[in-house]
């Protein structure tokens, strides 16, 4: 199955072949640096695939290339960064 992921401000979506959104993940703006990383949505037919990884890794490249941090308040994302310690340079800092 052949996926688009498609960058928007604040949002990354994933769709399939027919043009359906598949997955999701969307990061609003709390300040002019920092986002909420509010949901994350995977069609259940999809689960275990792991497509929500890949929206979490596409999320930090353009939080990398804002220079924007990211505050988890989505289970997933926190347990996410919680397994990627590598990719800790992009959560919100106390005081950010």
């Not at 990354?12 to 990061?27: G, L, P, Q, S, Y």
């Not at 497509?51 to 994302?77: F, H, W």
Request: proline share 5%; hydrophobic share 40%.
């Amino acid at each position: 199955m052949e996926f688009k992921y498609i960058n928007q401000p604040n949002k990354i979506i994933v769709k399939d072949e027919n043009d359906r959104m598949v997955a999701a993940v969307t990061f609003p703006n709390v300040t002019e640096n920092t986002v909420n990383v509010a949901h994350t949505f995977v069609d259940p037919s999809l689960r275990g695939q792991g497509i929500a990884s890949r929206l979490m890794l596409e999320m930090v490249k353009q939080l990398k290339q804002t220079g924007k941090k990211a505050n988890p308040v989505c289970d997933y994302a926190a347990s996410w960064f919680e397994k990627h310690p590598e990719h800790q340079d992009v959560l919100m800092q106390k005081g950010d």
